[in-house]
């Protein structure tokens, strides 16, 4: 069954360093999302992409917060630099163009000291 | 934009005995209805899911049920089972294709 990867599953960064994440969706899925999920709490939307194109990114902290998805299939998510805040599991989806099903990586676990 | 409140916050069952988890939303607009269980250090996985041109949809042991008119939609588990304990968390969501999530109901079956 196909499955969306997401690298690393955990990171241990000190403040102020730069941190990059991974995600790799389903192939043929079309829209990828990243999403923030503070413990104890729901996933919280970052960005979503459609092919290459960022849909909405407007709950993405863009003094900090990068994401690219050059070739309309694998993402990367950048915080540069990192803040004690930023400590979350990181979730990356993916779903078939025009179809509200997601799915969801295994996620990266970052802590940030 | 879309709010997504879930009760209980903690529900603990007696294995065996059926659970039920309730969300409420508030855009009008909203038209699809997943759940979602995350067991510790995963990601969500869907597990069941409802449009809003059907009021009850059922899959073995988990039904999900849904008023468009009172903007309230609801998860049934029956026969718990001790691997049904995780996270679940509802979501809603629109021909944007995004989804807004609740905060998470943690289901303990216990022994």
């Known amino acids: 069954e196909a499955e969306v990867a997401q690298s690393p599953r955990y990171k241990i960064t000190e403040k102020s360093q730069a941190v990059a994440f991974w995600c790799d969706p389903i192939?043929?899925?079309?829209?990828l999302y990243w999403y923030r999920q503070i413990l104890g709490q729901g996933p919280e939307l970052l960005v979503q992409f459609q092919d290459e194109s960022v849909v909405d990114d407007s709950q993405l902290p863009k003094d900090r917060f990068s994401a690219e998805r050059l070739k309309g299939v694998d993402s990367t998510l950048k915080i540069q630099p990192a803040e004690l805040g930023d400590s979350a599991m990181y979730l990356c989806a993916s779903s078939p163009v025009s179809h509200n099903e997601q799915f969801f990586g295994p996620g990266t676990r970052l802590t940030v000291l | 934009g879309e709010n997504v409140e879930q009760h209980p916050s903690t529900l603990s069952v007696q294995e065996g005995d059926s659970a039920v988890i309730k969300c409420t939303y508030s855009?009008?607009?909203?038209?699809?209805f997943p759940w979602y269980k995350q067991e510790l250090g995963k990601g969500p996985q869907l597990i069941i899911d409802?449009?809003?041109?059907?009021g009850e949809k059922k899959d073995q042991r988990i039904a999900v049920t849904l008023n468009k008119t009172a903007k309230h939609f609801s998860l049934h588990i029956t026969e718990t089972q001790p691997e049904d304990s995780a996270v679940y968390f509802c979501?809603?969501?629109?021909?944007?294709?995004?989804?807004?999530f609740g905060k998470g109901t943690r289901l303990h079956i216990l022994p």
């Open positions: 979501a809603a969501g629109n021909r944007d294709d995004k989804i807004i």
């Open positions: 409802i449009r809003s041109n059907v």
């Open positions: 855009d009008s607009a909203s038209n699809y």
């Open positions: 192939s043929g899925h079309a829209t």
